[in-house]
């Protein structure tokens, strides 16, 4: 690649960067401004805004040559104009002109750097977008002139403005964009660091141990205590420089919403909370599969359609909640629907019919049933709904992400998906432990008690082990046992860690407890093979490799009770 063509590369990755959030911000609007015309609110006060926001876009789009985008920009822009300048062009079909050219914006900008877009792509929606023009306007033409003015000094305002806040601030000049590839890298190399730091504190131990105290030692103490707080202020600002809020990813959701509501005859109203909360880019990246599956299945299968929910004394419109919080080390992400609720006995009936769980079983087992892959309560096929294929890809994304899901169902009132994500998938809090002089990487967030094992608490039931903890009966698993190594027998362990994941949980085994560290997660290669329970390895301090245990496979596997 040539110098100019690498430049013109970066500008092309640079002009995406920028304007797809303003695509997005726009077409969460026009379908804001469907629903509020619908509904016979003016929403007078979403207008003007976007304007400015169009008139970017095009802008923008000219500087790079894309002239079917321009063109684009340019015809939203009048459909904008016209809608300010003459309520009564507040129509349904300008309304989807709206929406239909907000889409085919996202879309066109998304694919600019792959493939420029071309004249045809955005021809056939100028000329609708001109025959909608074409027709008489619904105002007085002193009314329109007056509409006019008051747009344009409202736009001259807003320009302004916007040249007087980048004129008293340095916010802009502050801010550099760089390869993400590049924040890679340097995590790779701080991750090689906390090796090294983990070797230096060991080494520290085995001296002290050694030698007693002294004068160099406790130089030397002090020394890796500042060292200690170095590298985490570290940590911290390279995580944030990988972080970004969660709103990029639920920004594409509210189109999803009102095209699949639409195409199941159903009113749904999309409320997105949080939108300011980090995540790690690396976890946004995959969790937008799970969510469009997540609300897919609350409109096709959780909201009842407009007639039920009269009769039930419900609102006609649905309401989809879609809201972020962090909590501690981890980012929860609830999908809440005010539908049905799960239809527990017909799920019975399913799961019995397929040989999946007999008759009178627990609501909450029968709940998870729904992530089995093929498992589904609908019986006619359609592009959405019926293959099984849903939800159990929700459950594989979020596992691999080192994150949880739960239901929450209450029948009539709806039904609430709860989803437990790691802020990073590139350093794990985790509890180190040893079974049979091999040690293994627990993740902190799933360990929820530690102690020394009483042999007399331990009752074999049916050739399982089993334990009463914090009042009720809990399975107990030997860690050799579950890692394929040589058993010492149950009550040969030392210690136990209770782990828990979705409201279920196990007592593991083991040998030693040895202590809490920050590892760098480095995956496996495939072609070592590795058992179910592990999701990837570690390189502790001492040099020793450290297989990360994987507690929601633990949980799922039956057969090592």
């Known amino acids: 690649m040539s110098g100019d063509e690498h430049v013109f590369t970066e500008l092309i990755r640079d002009y995406v960067a920028e304007c797809l959030p303003h695509a997005e911000q726009v077409t969460d609007t026009f379908v804001e401004l469907e629903r509020c015309w619908s509904e016979g609110i003016p929403a007078d006060e979403l207008l003007p805004g976007l304007k400015g926001t169009l008139h970017t876009l095009k802008g923008n789009s000219a500087m790079m040559g894309f002239a079917p985008l321009q063109a684009l920009a340019h015809a939203l822009e009048d459909v904008c104009a016209r809608c300010t300048s003459d309520p009564g062009s507040r129509t349904p079909e300008a309304a989807d002109l709206l929406v239909e050219g907000g ?94 730091h983990a070797a230096l504190h060991d080494a520290h131990r085995r001296l002290l141990h050694r030698l007693g105290t002294c004068p160099e030692l406790g130089d030397l103490d002090r020394t890796l205590v500042s060292l200690d707080s170095t590298m985490k202020r570290f940590e911290n600002a390279l995580m944030r420089t990988r972080m970004l809020p969660v709103s990029t990813v639920f920004g594409r959701f509210t189109r999803l919403v009102r095209d699949v509501a639409r195409s199941e005859g159903k009113r749904v109203r999309l409320v997105a909370t949080g939108g300011e909360t980090l995540l790690d880019k690396t976890v946004l990246d995959r969790l937008g599969e799970p969510l469009v599956h997540l609300l897919t299945n609350a409109i096709v299968h959780g909201i009842e359609p407009e007639a039920d929910r009269v009769a039930a004394g419900k609102p006609a419109e649905a309401s989809l909640v879609l809201r972020a919080a962090p909590i501690s080390d981890r980012v929860v992400i609830t999908v809440s629907d005010n539908g049905r609720g799960l239809d527990v006995a017909r799920i019975q009936a399913k799961a019995e019919a397929l040989g999946l769980a007999p008759a009178g079983g627990d609501a909450e087992q029968l709940s998870n049933l729904i992530f089995r892959s093929g498992f589904s309560t609908t019986d006619q096929v359609s592009t959405l709904a019926g293959r099984g294929v849903g939800l159990d890809v929700v459950a594989q994304s979020i596992r691999e992400l080192g994150g949880t899901i739960e239901i929450r169902s209450v029948p009539g009132k709806g039904v609430t998906f709860v989803l437990g994500l790691p802020l990073t998938l590139a350093i ?60 010492a027998g149950e009550h040969a362990r030392s210690f136990y860690l209770v782990i828990t994941s979705g409201g279920r949980r196990r007592v593991i085994l083991v040998d030693r407890l040895i202590g809490y560290q920050d590892v760098v997660v480095k995956g496996l290669d495939p072609a070592l093979g590795r058992p179910d329970v592990v999701s990837g390895a570690a390189i502790l301090g001492d040099g020793r490799v450290a297989c990360i245990l994987d507690p929601v496979r633990i949980l799922d596997q039956r057969s090592a009770a």
């Open 428 to 487: 794990m809090k985790s509890l180190i432990v040893e079974v049979d002089r091999e040690r293994y990487a627990v993740p902190l967030s799933h360990v929820v008690e530690t102690a020394r094992v009483d042999p007399a608490a331990i009752h074999d039931i049916n050739r399982h082990g089993v334990t009463i903890w914090r009042g009720h009966p809990v399975a107990v698993t030997d860690g050799g046992v579950l890692l394929g190594s040589p058993s």
């Open 103 to 196: 889409s085919l914006l996202i879309d066109l900008i998304r694919d600019a750097a792959a493939t420029p877009p071309a004249p045809e792509a955005t021809a056939d929606f100028v000329a609708r977008v001109g025959r909608l023009l074409e027709a008489p306007a619904a105002v007085e033409p002193d009314r329109r002139e007056t509409d006019r003015r008051e747009t344009d000094r409202r736009e001259g305002d807003r320009r302004r403005d916007d040249r007087r806040g980048s004129a008293g601030s340095g916010d802009a000049g502050s801010a550099v964009r760089i390869d993400f590839r590049l924040l890679d890298t340097m995590l790779e190399i701080f991750g090689e660091s906390m090796i090294d």
